[in-house]
C-alpha cells in the first residue's frame, strides 16, 4: 500500500544511509519529501534527496518551496502518513521530547498530526548518557516509536551501540506505524523454510521451500502488535528484524524439539515450514560412495514427528494455523487436513504457484468459511491471513 512518507534527516554520519533509505522506499512505490536540517545539508548535499525522491527537499522552517504560503512547517506533515527523522540526532531528540520548536525539524515535529517515528543515531557514550535515555523514555510516553539503534563499530572509531539501523531495516520497520494493532498483546510463534533429513555428511533429502512465506507472516504479525517468536528451517531469504525470538532448526526432529520448548504461553503457532514427512532411518556418518557395482545404497525411511498435530493435541493449545501445499485437489485435501489435526484455520496453496517463489495464491479455511484470493505477493497474502486470524481470535474471545 502506497504513502506518503516525510523523511527528516538530522546533522550526523549517518545521513549516508538516508539515501539508500529514500531509494528502497520509492521502490516499494511510497511518496517520499525530505526534510533536512540545516547541519545535515553539511554531510549529504539536498541535491541528493531531490534526485532521489523526485521532490523538493525543505531545509528552512519558513520555505516556500512546497504550499507557497511560507507554513511548509506546518503543511507537511498534513500531508504525509508518517514523519520518519533518520538519522534522529541527539540534539534533535532532546528538542522533540522537551517541547522544542527552533528549526524545521522540530517544528514539523510539533505540528504533525501523523505518525513520529526516529531512529537515533550518536556515539555510544551519548546514548548511554541519562539525559539522552531519559528523553527516549520521555519519548516513547509520548506515543513516539523510537527504533532502537544498532550495535557496531561507528564512525568515530569506538564500538557500542548508537548505530542508526541499516536502510532496508528501517524500510522493512517502517509499515508498522500505520499497521492496525490487530495482534496487539498476542505472542505468536511461527515456523517456516525447509527442513533437510540427513541421508550422509553432504547429502540429504529436503524441498524447495524459500521461507519467504514464514518470513513475511513473521512481519506482519510484528506490524500487527505481536510479540513474534520464529523457528527456521534452511532458508532463501533474509530474516525480519525486531523479532522477540529466532532460533534455526534445520531437521524435523530438532525443529519438533524447539517448538515444543518454545510453544508455553503461545497464543498462536502457525506452522508455515515446509518439514519432511520422512527422515533417513539409516542415514551414514560417512559420504557415501559408488564401489563401481552398478548397485546404488538402499535408503530406508521413517517417520518424522507431526508438530503441528502435536501442538495441537496440548491441553493448553495455543491458536493453531496450518499450511497446506498441495499439487493437485488444493481444497479438497486441505479441508481433509485441517480436520485430521484438529486445528481451527489452514492456509491452502498450490506448490506451483508458491514454493520457492515471490506469490502466492491462498484459500483460508476454517469453521465457519473457505475464503479464496487472487495471486498475489507474498506480503499482501499474509497481511490477509493476519487479518482473518485476527478475527477468529476476537470470535473466540467472545
Not at 511461527?190 to 512465506?213: C, L
Amino acid at each position: 500500500m502506497s504513502k506518503h512518507i516525510l523523511l527528516g534527516i538530522s546533522g550526523g554520519i549517518a545521513a549516508y544511509k538516508s539515501c539508500e533509505l529514500v531509494r528502497l522506499l520509492k521502490k516499494q512505490g511510497h511518496e517520499v519529501t525530505v526534510a533536512m536540517s540545516r547541519s545535515a545539508t553539511e554531510f549529504i548535499a539536498p541535491l541528493t534527496f531531490q534526485a532521489l525522491s523526485g521532490n523538493p527537499v525543505l531545509v528552512d522552517t519558513h520555505d516556500g518551496g512546497l504550499g507557497g504560503n511560507g507554513m511548509a512547517h506546518i503543511n507537511l506533515t498534513r500531508n504525509a502518513d508518517v514523519f520518519l527523522i533518520a538519522p534522529a540526532s541527539a540534539n534533535t531528540l532532546a528538542k522533540i521530547a522537551n517541547g522544542i520548536a527552533d528549526n524545521l525539524l522540530t517544528n514539523l515535529a510539533a505540528a504533525r498530526k501523523c505518525p513520529l517515528v526516529v531512529a537515533p543515531a550518536m556515539n555510544v557514550e551519548m546514548w548511554f548518557n541519562p539525559a539522552n535515555l531519559r528523553n527516549i523514555k520521555q519519548l516513547q510516553a509520548d506515543g513516539v516509536t523510537v527504533i532502537q539503534p544498532n550495535s557496531g563499530e561507528q564512525a568515530c572509531g569506538e564500538v557500542g551501540v548508537g548505530r542508526m539501523p541499516e536502510a532496508f531495516e528501517l524500510a522493512e520497520l517502517l509499515p508498522d506505524s500505520w499497521t492496525e494493532k490487530k495482534l496487539h498483546g498476542k505472542k505468536v510463534l511461527i515456523t517456516a523454510g525447509a527442513t533437510f533429513e540427513a541421508i550422509d555428511p553432504v547429502r540429504g533429502i529436503t524441498n524447495i521451500s524459500s521461507g519467504q512465506m514464514g518470513m513475511a507472516l513473521a512481519r506482519a504479525c510484528r506490524a500487527a502488535g505481536a510479540e513474534v517468536s520464529l523457528i527456521y528451517g534452511q532458508i532463501q531469504t533474509a530474516l525480519p528484524t525486531a523479532l522477540n525470538y529466532t532460533e534455526q532448526a534445520v531437521s524435523a526432529q530438532a525443529m519438533y524439539e524447539a517448538v515444543h520448548q518454545a510453544v508455553e504461553g503461545q497464543d498462536v503457532f502457525i506452522s508455515v515450514a515446509a518439514v519432511a514427512d520422512y527422515k533417513v532411518k539409516n542415514s551414514s556418518s560417512q559420504k557415501l560412495k559408488k564401489d563401481g557395482s552398478g548397485t546404488p545404497p538402499v535408503i530406508e525411511l521413517t517417520e518424522n514427528p507431526d508438530i503441528l498435530a502435536s501442538v495441537a493435541a496440548l491441553s493448553d493449545a495455543p491458536f493453531c494455523v496450518g499450511f497446506a501445499a498441495e499439487s493437485e485437489n488444493v481444497v479438497e485435501y486441505a479441508r481433509a487436513k485441517r480436520l485430521r489435526k484438529n486445528i481451527p484455520m489452514l492456509v491452502a496453496n498450490q506448490v506451483s504457484v508458491a514454493m520457492g517463489k515471490p506469490v502466492n495464491q491462498i484459500t483460508i479455511i476454517d469453521d465457519t468459511a473457505e475464503t479464496s484470493f487472487p495471486e498475489t505477493s507474498k506480503d499482501e497474502a499474509a497481511a490477509a491471513i493476519v487479518a482473518r486470524l485476527s478475527e477468529l481470535l476476537s470470535a473466540s474471545a467472545k
